[in-house]
């Protein structure tokens, strides 16, 4: 019981986070279109991926979508750390890495109103 309601906190945090920083990208913020101008992202592509980071927050509540929805969220931080890791930016790494870890540990515990747990 203590497990789903710690999972159930993980995951909301997680959501929040996606559509924050999510709509941060889709209204295309100064300061996230001067992180991702480096990486060569036009306004254009900061916006579907705003989009696809709250389609991605949006799928995690529901069991049939859970595990979708955590995927494509650790994608997307994925492919940040990896443009980190190109600029040799250690501490940019070191700030989305727990990001990426709390959508492994909510797939790993799996969610909280399945029926498998």
């Known amino acids: 019981?203590?497990?789903?309601?710690?999972?159930?906190?993980l995951m909301l945090i997680?959501?929040?986070?996606?559509?924050?920083?999510?709509y941060a990208m889709?209204?295309?913020k100064p300061e996230m279109l001067e992180i991702?101008?480096?990486w060569n992202f036009n306004r254009t592509v900061l916006i579907i991926n705003g989009a696809v980071t709250i389609i991605s927050a949006?799928?995690?509540?529901?069991p049939?979508?859970?595990?979708?929805?955590?995927?494509?969220m650790g994608a997307g931080i994925l492919m940040i750390?990896?443009?980190?890791?190109?600029?040799?930016?250690?501490?940019?790494?070191a700030i989305e890495l727990p990001f990426l870890i709390l959508n492994m540990i909510i797939i790993?515990?799996?969610?909280?109103?399945?029926k498998t747990n």
Do not use: E
């Open 14 to 22: 997680a959501i929040f986070m996606g559509l924050k920083q999510g």
């Open 36 to 38: 991702f101008s480096k």
């Open 58 to 62: 949006l799928l995690i509540p529901f």
């Open 108 to 114: 790993y515990l799996q969610h909280p109103l399945s």
């Open 64 to 72: 049939r979508t859970f595990v979708w929805g955590n995927f494509l």
């Open 1 to 9: 019981m203590i497990l789903k309601i710690i999972n159930t906190v």
């Open 81 to 93: 750390i990896c443009f980190r890791l190109l600029d040799k930016d250690l501490k940019g790494v």
């Open 26 to 28: 889709l209204t295309v």
